[in-house]
Nanobody
């Protein structure tokens, strides 16, 4: 089993930066496909960024060039560096893990954290 705990969320002004972290436990981080999703009230969960077994990454077009997903296997931690934040980035951000190939589809992931709130003001 996998347990995921997100941290690093908060409130920032537009143009600012945040770094989200996701601590994983219960299984080998290196064997998991990991991703960040976000969900705003009244909207469907949206794939933000994903990283595969070999380090290949995928990003939603809305965050490409601004967000960077990475991982530190020694610390069993996934990261999302968010730069040039926009008000439309405001959402609850969730860390996810699964055994499937690189994907931004939430149905491809088996384990989820509780989320960390990101709020971007104008």
């Amino acid at each position: 089993q996998v347990q995921l705990v997100e941290s690093g969320g908060g409130s920032v002004q537009a143009g600012g930066s945040l770094r989200l972290s996701c601590a994983a436990s219960g299984s080998s981080y290196s064997t998991d496909r990991m991703a960040w999703f976000r969900q705003a009230p009244g909207k469907e969960r949206e794939g933000v960024a994903a990283i595969g077994y070999y380090g290949t990454t995928a990003y939603a077009n809305s965050v490409k060039g601004r967000f960077t997903i990475s991982k530190d296997n020694a610390k069993n931690t996934l990261y999302l560096q968010m730069n040039s934040l926009k008000p439309e980035d405001t959402a609850m951000y969730y860390c996810a893990a699964g055994s499937a190939s690189l994907s931004l589809q939430p149905t491809k992931y088996n384990y989820w954290g509780q989320g960390t709130q990101v709020t971007v003001s104008s």
